[in-house]
């Protein structure tokens, strides 16, 4: 095949290449189906021929997704309001000679700042000073780390043995030879020669149904084999009917232990594809998500390829803010990461490679920030890991006060998590030098929204207390300048990078510190709080019922300013204590009217809601040709065989496939037992309960499977071939599977859950 794509530049912007892919070939002359339309607000499914869906016999399940086949687009956009978060196309900027040399200056901004703070002659009273350094303290580390990874980024992860999987991946004569050349979404895949099949897995948790039919039509029309599932912690009717119609698999859980990374594992242990990709519920996949992704793992080291979060939503100044703020990270940071092999998982957007979460023990339950810390057991086990910066899905950003503060109080929390129960510089971490200090870095990020606490508190110690941090002979002038060369030239670099200065930015990065501070009280102190979604669909509470700190900060400030222009009018001078206190006062003011017209909001659209002048979007499904909506419960099981070699047949297949699982679950038992011991007594424990949980877990599905054979027998006891043989050996099946909190109470909502295993288990055995 040609290997164009080889050379094409990389377009973060798009998503692709800019010239034509294997898979736009493969696609070319098939249409898209047309969605139907309705204004009643219901369900629509697009009437198609009903025919019966393939059977994987490997996998137990239909062998690919029920979807509408998608022309490739630069990007997904779910609604007609979404913007980009650029307000320039990035193209090759990243890391221009023109941004190098910014970086450069800004460094030398930096060091020049930070050698006048530390200056002994220029220290003034100990107090503010000491405060000043230390918050300066952390934004220049912070800053100077920044810099060095964006200086190590701009190679291109992509090579030859990634094109030349690429260009592999979708087998043009066998993709004729079973006439799927008008269903991408059935294409096979191969990797290194071998065929792959993927799982795609989208978590929800009380999503609003459109968004979750939006990303679920998205991913149905992903090009490649895969199977779709919806992993339903909300545990709603709603979604399961809407998996059911528009063909997706659907897993719920008894219970919601565990959380996001819970619900995954739990999918996990249903699931059997080679490699399986997350996207939270908000999150829409580009068609060529996984022709972008796959490939490399042709490195058999590669154990996750992350690609960033790009928001669509941009048009409050809390969504605005809070993109823009990952812009930055996502663009520049975590390419500069692949320098060092410690580009980490950000939770959605994401592929895994099964058998190195297999290795570690699944997705990591005993954060908030479950994405971080099993990034970083992946990094300790030896696994590699790619971030690619394009752009192959687009969600939302929070778009009120209580999303983004519950979101950031979850990210802030898994990051002192791991400074204080994990550090990366401990000995103990089996970490390169260099993944070290990057996960020192990310642990320590979120100090740096505590510092603008410390720095506001300077103003008032001086009106207040007349204690100045600097030296009296310093001119403003002279500090001014020095200053400048520190943030000024901040400015000037996001000016460059993000195509203007944002100004929502520095006000959250101003108003965020309660946040933080409650976060690192919290890792401390030990409190846990409950797990929250960012975007769920529910009743919205007042945003200042979440700003309490800053609304009782603001009037402080607005006093001291009014004390400091008394102060300043009688002694005939405006003081630089006056004019920082007033800009702060005035940061504060803007983020509370920001505030108040948000709950305005909210409030007028509750009243229109509860006088039915507001209803839910309609909800259109459409299905492809040649393809039937599964069922209620989307059972996974394949048809009953009907002859004794079969049976026999199913029988063998079965002892090899539990024990494989045996296997794994012992090389997971001995992994718990030989992985370096945390520094928190806490987690040492935990890992200790999860090696009783496996041994648990196996003896409870051995037994259940004796009770499952014993009842067959009793039912049907000609039909057992080798029933006796099967119950003597010990059962594979996996932790998560086979959890306590599972075992006998059916959920009659759930298309996967465990009692649809044992009913299918029993179907296998009986017929």
């Known amino acids: 095949m040609s290997r164009t794509m080889r050379d094409a530049p990389l377009s973060p912007e798009t998503g692709s290449a800019t010239t034509s892919s294997t898979a736009d070939r493969l696609a070319a002359g098939t249409t898209a189906t047309t969605p139907g339309t309705t204004s009643t607000g219901t369900l629509v499914l697009d009437e198609r021929p009903d025919t019966a869906t393939t059977v994987d016999q490997r996998h137990l399940a ?10 490739p687009v630069p990007a997904p956009r779910p609604r007609a309001d979404h913007v980009s978060v650029a307000a320039r196309p990035e193209g090759g900027r990243a890391h221009s000679p023109v941004m190098v040399l910014l970086v450069l200056i800004a460094t030398l901004g930096i060091l020049l700042y930070a050698q006048f703070l530390l200056n002994p002659s220029n220290r003034g009273d100990i107090l503010p000073y000491a405060m000043i350094i230390v918050a300066e303290a952390i934004l220049v580390v912070q800053t100077l780390f920044a810099m060095w990874t964006i200086l190590s980024g701009g190679q291109d992860p992509r090579d030859f043995d990634f094109h030349a999987t690429q260009d592999t991946l979708y087998d043009e004569d066998e993709i004729d030879r079973l006439g799927l050349r008008g269903t991408p979404h059935l294409w096979p895949m191969r990797v290194a020669g071998e065929k792959i099949v993927a799982d795609v897995f989208i978590t929800v948790y009380g999503e609003e149904l459109a968004k979750i039919a939006t990303t679920v039509q998205a991913a149905l029309a992903l090009k490649g084999e895969h199977r779709t599932w919806v992993l339903d912690d909300g545990r709603s009717d709603e979604v399961r009917d809407l998996a059911a119609q528009l063909g997706a698999r659907y897993i719920r859980r008894l219970s919601s232990n565990g959380a996001k990374a819970g619900n995954v594992n739990h999918a996990l242990a249903i699931a059997k594809g080679d490699y399986f990709a997350i996207f939270d519920a908000d999150f829409v996949p580009e068609t060529d998500f996984l ?7 042709v490195d058999e080291k590669v154990a996750f390829v992350q690609t960033p979060q790009t928001y669509g939503n941009l048009t409050s100044l809390v969504s605005r803010g809070a993109g823009y703020m990952q812009t930055v990270f996502y663009r520049f940071i975590q390419p500069g990461r692949n320098r060092f092999n410690a580009a980490f998982c950000v939770g959605t957007n994401v ?6 979460i ?8 005993d954060s908030k920030s479950e994405d971080v810390w099993t990034s970083l057991h992946l990094h300790e086990a030896g696994w590699k890991s790619i971030y690619i910066p394009m752009t192959l899905a687009v969600g939302d950003a929070p778009e009120t006060i209580e999303a983004y503060s519950k979101q950031q109080l979850r990210w802030a929390t898994g990051g002192f998590e791991i400074l204080f129960r994990h550090n990366p510089l401990s000995p103990r971490r089996t970490l390169t030098m260099d993944q070290r200090l990057q996960y020192f870095v990310t642990a320590t990020n979120y100090l740096t929204g505590i510092a603008p606490l410390l720095l506001l508190m300077v103003p008032p110690m001086e009106i207040f207390f007349d204690l100045r941090p600097m030296n ?16 000024l030239m901040q400015i000037v670099l996001a000016f460059y990078t993000l195509g203007s200065f944002r100004w929502e930015v520095l006000m959250l990065a101003t108003v965020s510190f ?10 401390i102190s030990g409190k846990d709080e409950a797990w929250s979604v960012t975007g769920r ?17 603001w009037l402080f400030l607005t006093l001291t300013s009014c004390v400091a222009l008394v102060r300043d009018a009688d002694n005939g001078v405006l003081t630089l204590a006056t004019v920082w206190n007033l800009l702060n006062t005035f940061i504060l003011s803007a983020f509370l009217v920001a505030a108040w017209r948000e709950g305005r909001t909210l409030k007028r659209f509750a009243k229109a809601e509860q006088r039915g002048e507001v209803t839910d979007a309609p909800v259109v499904l459409t299905a492809p040709p040649g393809s039937a909506p599964v069922s209620r419960r989307t059972q996974v099981s394949r048809p009953a065989p009907r002859t004794g070699e079969e049976i026999l047949a199913l029988q063998q297949a079965d002892e090899a496939e539990q024990a494989a699982a045996t296997e794994a679950d012992l090389a997971t038992a001995h992994r718990l037992a030989d992985r370096t011991p945390s520094d928190d007594p806490e987690q040492t424990a935990r890992d200790q309960a999860r090696q009783a949980e496996l041994a648990a877990s196996r003896a409870f599905a051995h037994a ?11 039912h049907d006891p000609d039909s057992l071939v080798g029933a006796a043989r099967r119950a003597d050996r010990p059962s594979g099946r996996r932790a998560s599977d086979a959890a306590p909190d599972h075992g006998d109470a059916p959920d009659h909502g759930a298309s996967a859950d465990d009692s649809g295993a044992r009913a299918d288990q029993q179907e296998r055995v009986t017929s």
């Open 472 to 487: 009296l002979h310093i001119s403003v002038l002279q500090w001014f300048l020095f200053y400048a060369g520190f943030y």
């Open 351 to 356: 592929i895994f490679r099964r058998s190195a």
């Open 291 to 297: 022709f972008e992704t796959v490939p490399f793992f």
């Open 514 to 523: 309660p946040i933080y501070v409650k976060a690192l009280w919290n890792v």
């Open 704 to 714: 259940h499977e004796r009770d499952a054979l014993a009842h067959a027998a009793e």
């Open 537 to 553: 669909k529910g009743k919205v509470s007042s945003p200042f019922n979440f700003i309490i700190p800053q609304v009782l900060f």
């Open 358 to 365: 297999d290795e570690i023990g699944g997705i990591d339950t």
């Open 62 to 71: 239909p062998s690919g997704p029920v979807g509408q086949r998608r022309e």
